[in-house]
Every structure is written in C-alpha cells, then in structure tokens.
C-alpha cells in the first residue's frame, strides 16, 4: 500500500440541526489496518461513516484520501474515489440473486483503478473469501441468512474494488460462529490488501479483539484512542462505555 491510499479524518463536527451529533472527533486509520470505532446508542458512530462518504455534511474538519480532500463531496464521488460504505442493515437487493448483487458492484468497480495493495476482487476471489456464498449464487437475495447477507454486502463492496472499507454494525444480530467468520475475513483482507478499514460497532469485545486501534465515542466527543489491546485492558473505561 502506499499513502495515496491514506484516509485522514480530522477533527469533524456535525450536527442535524441542533442537535450535534459529532464534535471535533478525529479517527487514526491507515492501509493494512482495521480501526474501531465504539460507543453506546447515539455516541455518534452511523453519523461519523456518514460523514465520510459524503452522506452527511460536516460543519467543520477535514476528511481526505491519499491527500486528496474530499470534505462535503458528493457520496458518489467519494465513492468512485475508493471509499465503500457498507451501512446498517444489510442493504441487499432481495429480489435479485446473489450474482445479480455482485455484478452490480462489479459495474461500478469497472471504472476504479486496483485499490489497495495492488489485489483486484473479481467475483471468484469474494466467493473464495466467503464459499457460504458461492453455495447460494443463483438464489434470490431474499432467501439468504442474515450472516450470508452481510457477507453479500461486503463482497458486493469489494467489488467496486476500495481501498476503504467502512462497516456500519456487521455483527449486529448474528451468531458468534458467524461474526468471527467475518471479522476473519477483515483480517485477511488488511493483512493480504492493504485496504483500509473503519469498523463501528457495538459489539465492542469482539470488534476489539480483530481491531488494531480503537476510538471510543460518548455523546459525539471521542474519549479514548489507543492501541486496541490497550482499550481492552482497561476495565474502567471497558465498564464505563464499552459494555463489557
Ligand atoms: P446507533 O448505534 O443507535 O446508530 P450511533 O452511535 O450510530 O448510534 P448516531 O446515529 O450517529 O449514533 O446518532 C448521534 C446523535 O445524532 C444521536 O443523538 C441521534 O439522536 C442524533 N441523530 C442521528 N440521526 C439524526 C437525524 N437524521 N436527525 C436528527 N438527529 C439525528
């Protein structure tokens, strides 16, 4: 990887209207790394992800890619700058097949450069990284576990070949068998890629235990930033925000 591929967020603020939802918050990232982003209910998190893709408008700081500032653009051209938001909730189309899903990523990956660390995704090499979906290709997205649909969303996202990948609450609702899959997966891919990735999650235990370095929100303020392990390690702050 190389830091045409860095992702800066500095210092945002945003608010709906009176409410502020995220003040000063800066996030580390970089490629080959897995950030995540922690906190109770309404600390901030979805809003910070769409902060970066372009969904919300910050009111100050800076969000930029490999030095290329991007605060405020359009969500479709921080899209097609290598930055993939996979949100809340699993957004596959149901009515459309497995394959069908992909491809709509493929097209929009056609036009992007390889992403991070040289590894262009095809539709073979996300079936690889998850074989649950290569079982159900041709079958209605509808049909599909709520594991195998989270997977379909971030194959679906590595196809528009990123070199960021933000995940809005993968392991929401899942089985643990099924979230160690994924974060597995998220390993591999930072390990193997380069890419960049910023994880938000409730599930703070096990976000830590795949992350590098954690940011922990209250109230939309950032009140710890530390190596992940070190975040773990610290019962108080564990009790006081992390829920475990
Ligand atoms: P959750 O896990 O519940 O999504 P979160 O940490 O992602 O929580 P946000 O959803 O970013 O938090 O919400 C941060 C704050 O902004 C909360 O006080 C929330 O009520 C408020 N908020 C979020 N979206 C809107 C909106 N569209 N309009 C007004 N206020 C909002």
């Given at each position: 990887?190389?830091?045409?591929?860095?992702?800066?967020?500095?210092?945002?603020?945003?608010?709906?209207?009176?409410?502020?939802?995220?003040?000063?918050?800066?996030?580390?990232?970089?490629?080959?790394?897995?950030?995540?982003?922690?906190?109770?209910?309404?600390?901030?998190?979805?809003?910070?992800?769409?902060?970066?893709?372009?969904?919300?408008?910050?009111?100050?700081?800076?969000?930029?890619?490999?030095?290329?500032?991007?605060?405020?653009?359009?969500?479709?051209?921080?899209?097609?700058?290598?930055?993939?938001?996979?949100?809340?909730?699993?957004?596959?189309?149901?009515?459309?097949?497995?394959?069908?899903?992909?491809?709509?990523?493929?097209?929009?990956?056609?036009?992007?450069?390889?992403?991070?660390?040289?590894?262009?995704?095809?539709?073979?090499?996300?079936?690889?990284?998850?074989?649950?979906?290569?079982?159900?290709?041709r079958r209605p997205a509808d049909t599909l576990s709520g594991g195998e649909r989270q997977m379909l969303v971030v194959a679906r996202a590595l196809l528009t070949q990123p070199s960021v990948l933000l995940l809005d609450e993968p392991s929401l609702g899942l089985a643990p068998r099924v979230v160690s899959q994924i974060f597995a997966v998220l390993r591999d891919l930072t390990d193997a890629g380069g890419i960049t990735v910023v994880l938000v999650e409730q599930n703070a235990r096990s976000a830590l235990q795949v992350a590098d370095t954690g940011v922990v929100l209250s109230l939309g303020r950032v009140v710890a930033v530390d190596e992940a392990s070190a975040l773990a390690a610290d019962q108080a702050l564990r009790h006081a925000y992390l829920g475990f």
């Open positions: 990887s190389t830091s045409t591929d860095r992702l800066e967020i500095e210092g945002l603020t945003a608010t709906y209207g009176p409410v502020t939802a995220l003040e000063d918050v800066s996030v580390p990232a970089a490629p080959g790394a897995i950030t995540a982003v922690l906190g109770a209910n309404g600390a901030g998190k979805t809003t910070l992800l769409r902060t970066v893709s372009g969904l919300v408008r910050p009111a100050a700081g800076r969000v930029s890619l490999g030095g290329r500032d991007l605060t405020g653009a359009e969500p479709e051209r921080i899209a097609a700058a290598g930055i993939a938001h996979v949100p809340e909730g699993r957004g596959v189309i149901t009515e459309l097949s497995v394959e069908e899903n992909l491809r709509l990523g493929s097209l929009l990956g056609a036009r992007r450069p390889t992403g991070s660390g040289g590894r262009r995704f095809d539709t073979d090499g996300v079936l690889e990284l998850f074989p649950a979906l290569a079982e159900r290709f």
